[in-house]
């Protein structure tokens, strides 16, 4: 059964850090890139960052550039998202899944593609 679970969301002062850790189970894991996405109330889905399967190559959108950082451990079948700097602005689900990096829109999916079912993150004092 092909399950991406994500964790370590929760609430956080502006400035403050988290990570997110999307830990996967059910295909081969280091085959794929694996995107982080996130959806806010009222707004649409945004691609966050990617990283890629074979050489690691890294992508992040222009809003959370400098402040995350995207990583992998294919032993551990799980990909972190360490944010820093936290805005208000950040606040959303989000979300893990397998998919298709690119410079231009950092992450897109497909049919087919795998998905996690979220984890929260409040930026907030």
């Known amino acids: 059964q092909v399950q991406l679970v994500e964790s370590g969301g929760g609430l956080v002062q502006p400035g403050g850090s988290l990570r997110l850790s999307c830990t996967a189970s059910?295909?081969?894991?280091?085959?794929?890139?694996i995107g982080w996405f996130r959806q806010a109330p009222g707004k649409e889905r945004e691609g966050v960052s990617c990283?890629?399967?074979?050489?690691?190559?890294?992508y992040y959108a222009d809003s959370v550039k400098g402040r995350f950082t995207i990583s992998r451990d294919n032993a551990k079948n799980t990909v972190y998202l360490q944010m820093n700097s936290l805005k208000p602005e950040d606040t959303a689900v989000y979300f893990c899944?397998?998919?298709?990096?690119?410079?231009?829109?950092?992450?897109?999916?497909?049919?087919?593609?795998?998905w996690g079912q979220g984890t929260q993150v409040t930026v907030s004092s």
């Open positions: 899944a397998t998919g298709w990096c690119s410079k231009i829109v950092v992450v897109t999916t497909r049919e087919g593609d795998y």
């Open positions: 059910g295909f081969t894991f280091a085959h794929y890139a």
């Open positions: 990283i890629g399967a074979s050489n690691s190559s890294t």
